[in-house]
């Protein structure tokens, strides 16, 4: 499967953004999404993953209640919905997909697919 993060972009504290990821080229129900982000001189980390029908979700305790995910299988399409952005949400973003049924892995190594990544800059 390809992927293919955007919506990325600068915005100051308190704002928000969303970002997309599509996928191509596999049946996308088949796959469990995430998103990771990783700061300069820091590893990447994870922030969410959805299920396969978009039902269950898992949230790194950072994000949580700030943070959502969601996919539609029709647009073959994830997303991450950030508000009340933090200067410590600066990273690059990373959409991943792995066929499974694990969403709670929340392991970079547990991600076989992996889009491009997508800039995300929160000013004070």
């Known amino acids: 499967v390809q992927l293919q993060a955007s919506g990325g972009g600068s915005v100051q504290t308190g704002g928000s953004l969303q970002l997309s990821c599509a996928a191509s080229?596999?049946?996308?129900?088949?796959?469990?999404m995430g998103w990771f982000r990783q700061a300069p001189g820091r590893e990447r980390e994870f922030v969410a993953a959805?299920?396969?029908?978009?039902?269950?979700?898992n949230y790194a305790d950072s994000i949580k209640g700030r943070f959502t995910i969601s996919r539609d299988n029709v647009k073959n399409t994830v997303y991450l919905q950030m508000n009340s952005l933090k200067p410590e949400d600066t990273a690059v973003y990373y959409c991943a997909a792995e066929q499974s049924t694990n969403f709670y892995n929340r392991s970079p190594g547990g991600y076989s697919y992996w889009g491009q990544g997508t800039l995300v800059t929160v000013s004070s």
């Open positions: 959805i299920n396969r029908s978009g039902v269950r979700k």
């Open positions: 080229g596999r049946t996308f129900s088949n796959y469990v």
